[in-house]
C-alpha cells in the first residue's frame, strides 16, 4: 500500500478520535512539534525510517524525546504506529494530519514567492483575493528567492500562478525560438 494511503488512513483515525476525545487542537500542536523536530534532526528521521534498528529501539527514542512533551493521546498514536513498524512514515502521517486539521477547521495555506519581503498591504491583498475565491481562512507563508528578478509566484494548494520576471523572460525566449 502507498505511504500517502497510509498516512491517510492513520491520520484520519487520529483526527476523528482527536475529535471524540475533544483534543483536536493539543494533537494539532503535538504533530506541528514533532514535523519540526524530525525536520531539525536528520538523524532522529534516519533512525526511524531504518529497518535494521528494530521497533523497541524507536519506541524507546520516541518515548524519551515526545512522551513528557506531548499530549498522552498524541503519544499513544506514536505508540501504535511503532508496534506496527511504520516509525518510517510519522513524518507523513503528521503532514497529512496537519493537512487534515487545515480542512476540517476551513484554513488555507499559501505561498507567496518574491524578490523582496512583501508589505504589510501586498500581504493584506495576497490574503483578501484567495480568501475571496476559496471561502476559506488563508495562512501566507512567505519566501524570498532573487533569482525571480521581480513579481511573484503564488502557490495554493496544487495550483501555482508564476507571475515573476524570469518565467516572463522565459516565456518570450521561447516565442522568439518559435
Known amino acids: 500500500m502507498a505511504e500517502s494511503t497510509v498516512a491517510f488512513r492513520y491520520a484520519k483515525s487520529l483526527i476523528d478520535l482527536a475529535k471524540e476525545k475533544q483534543k ?6 503535538d504533530m506541528l512539534f514533532f514535523s519540526d523536530v524530525v525536520r531539525k ?17 524507536k519506541l524507546n527514542v520516541l518515548r524519551a524525546i515526545f512522551e513528557s512533551r506531548v499530549d498522552p493521546l498524541s503519544f499513544t498514536i506514536f505508540n501504535i504506529i511503532s508496534k506496527k513498524n511504520r516509525e518510517g512514515i510519522m513524518d507523513s502521517i503528521a503532514t497529512e494530519f496537519v493537512r487534515q486539521y487545515n480542512e476540517l477547521k476551513g484554513i488555507q495555506k499559501i505561498q507567496v514567492t518574491t524578490t523582496i519581503p512583501l508589505t504589510d498591504e501586498i500581504r493584506k491583498q495576497f490574503i483578501d483575493v484567495v480568501a475571496k475565491e476559496t471561502g476559506k481562512q488563508i495562512e501566507l507563508e512567505e519566501t524570498i528567492d532573487p533569482k525571480l528578478i521581480g513579481g511573484y509566484i503564488l502557490r495554493i494548494g496544487d495550483r501555482q500562478i508564476d507571475a515573476s520576471i524570469r518565467n516572463q523572460l ?5 516565442s522568439f525560438l518559435n
Open 41 to 57: 534532526n536528520r538523524d532522529l528521521m534516519l533512525a526511524l525510517k531504518s529497518p535494521i534498528l528494530r521497533h523497541e529501539k
Open 24 to 29: 483536536v487542537e493539543e494533537v494539532y500542536k
Open 170 to 174: 522565459a516565456e518570450l525566449r521561447l
